[in-house]
């Protein structure tokens, strides 16, 4: 890890432009797959145009939002497990008359 960041590799400009561009062109691959594919919609709104593609980038966004809501309610602190000086207890400090 260099400049003490884990995960730099995102951070790069060039990265992250290619990274943009490749959802672009997912999304529109996606769209224009739906000119090649006639749909019989079972329940009305499931026939129009582009309404697959609409929902999977709707469930995923609730998706997101429903992580990051659990996360708040789940996360716990720093020291849950013990505080850090726990994992330096030696053998002989560990009472074994239990």
């Given at each position: ?41 079972h ?45 330096d ?10």
């Amino acid at each position: 890890m260099k400049n003490g960041k884990e995960f730099d590799w995102f951070d790069r400009p060039g990265v992250r432009r290619g990274l943009w561009r490749a959802l672009c062109l997912a999304c529109l691959v996606a769209l224009v797959g739906e000119f090649f594919v006639k749909r019989k919609g079972h329940f009305g709104i499931d026939g129009m145009f582009g309404f697959f593609a609409l929902l999977g980038f709707v469930t995923c966004v609730v998706a997101i939002f429903l992580v990051k809501v659990l996360g708040v309610w789940l996360r716990r602190s720093e020291d849950y497990y013990g505080p850090e000086d726990a994992e330096d207890m030696k053998p002989e400090d560990v009472d074994e008359s239990l």
